[in-house]
């Protein structure tokens, strides 16, 4: 009976508290982006209260990027606690998910976690929703309370071949497939090549296929093969390690037929070089129909 009291006598000083916070950001900077955050006291501000007021290591208690489906994990590190209490607050409808160690939510979704004469408080939210994006209040038991607002980002990563979903190669041609992993907060552990089905054999002699990855911010992998050939046409699938797979058709054309003059590799269209220019407009030609007969 006695925690329902307190969270109930908790809940309006939370709601002022917040709206108090995004008030003066707006009124400050003219708006609040989506991933910023609102403070109410930091380290410069408990140096004018003193050094026992408790308040927020900002570099600790950044926003945070989670994968869907995964584990997100808000820090929110608090200096000089002594015996205040830190809860943390869903913005969007004020629900009051924990206070110290203990959780106080019906989703069994989100946990506390805090290690005693730590400084660091835990919001844990396991098997992410989309819907779990937004603003979370981290807030100290202060009067009047303080807070820090800490925003989630929930990510879908997409995976990306430039150039699909057909290319269009003559025999000889060198082909080049480029695969790219977005918005993954880290890079994907590996990333399969696959040709119809089967798990590219990578191979490093002449004319042989040869695959490399760059990681970052940006993923990208690369299939070259140095000398296409007719064998290598088929389907060809990127298959990131925490993302969805991706393909694109190839088209090996032997010989000097139209299509293949049209169609250079990582293009389907009639751009960029004056020499394709020219080869467009002769295949348009071939391909108009006979009015003048």
């Known amino acids: 009976m006695r925690f329902s009291t307190l969270v109930t006598l908790l809940v309006p000083f939370l709601w002022a508290d917040i709206g108090a916070s995004v008030g003066e950001n707006d009124h400050q900077e003219g708006g609040s982006m989506p991933g910023s955050a609102a403070t109410v006291l930091t380290s410069t501000d408990a140096q004018i209260y003193g050094h026992e007021e408790p308040y927020f290591d900002l570099e600790e208690s950044a926003n945070v990027t989670a994968l869907l489906g995964k584990t997100a994990v808000l820090n929110c590190r608090v200096k000089n606690i002594g015996s205040k209490t830190v809860s943390w607050v869903r913005h969007r409808d004020i629900h009051l998910l924990t206070v110290g160690r203990f959780t106080y ?158 169609h250079e590799n990582n293009s389907g269209s009639c751009i960029n070089t004056r020499t394709r220019a020219v080869s467009c407009v002769f295949f348009s030609i071939l391909l108009a129909p006979r009015i003048f007969l």
Not at 209 to 222: L, M, W
Not at 245 to 257: E, M, R, T
């Open 105 to 262: 939510t019906s989703d069994g979704r989100f946990s506390a976690r805090h290690t005693p004469g730590s400084e660091d408080w835990l919001l844990m939210i396991h098997y992410l929703q989309k819907r779990d994006a937004g603003m979370y209040g981290c807030q100290i038991s202060t009067t009047p309370p303080r807070s820090h607002l800490i925003h989630l980002s929930v990510v879908e990563p997409e995976t990306v071949i430039v150039g699909g979903p057909d290319v269009y190669i003559n025999t000889g041609s060198r082909l080049s497939l480029t695969c790219s992993v977005k918005y993954s907060p880290e890079p994907p552990a590996f990333i399969f090549w696959y040709h119809d089905d089967k798990l590219v054999s990578y191979d490093r002699t002449r004319g042989g296929v040869v695959v490399s990855t760059e990681k970052g911010v940006v993923t990208t992998s690369r299939l070259l093969v140095q000398f296409a050939e007719t064998r290598h046409t088929g389907r060809y699938t990127c298959a990131p390690a925490n993302s969805t797979p991706k393909s694109v058709n190839v088209h090996v054309i032997a010989g000097d037929q139209p299509a293949a003059i049209v």
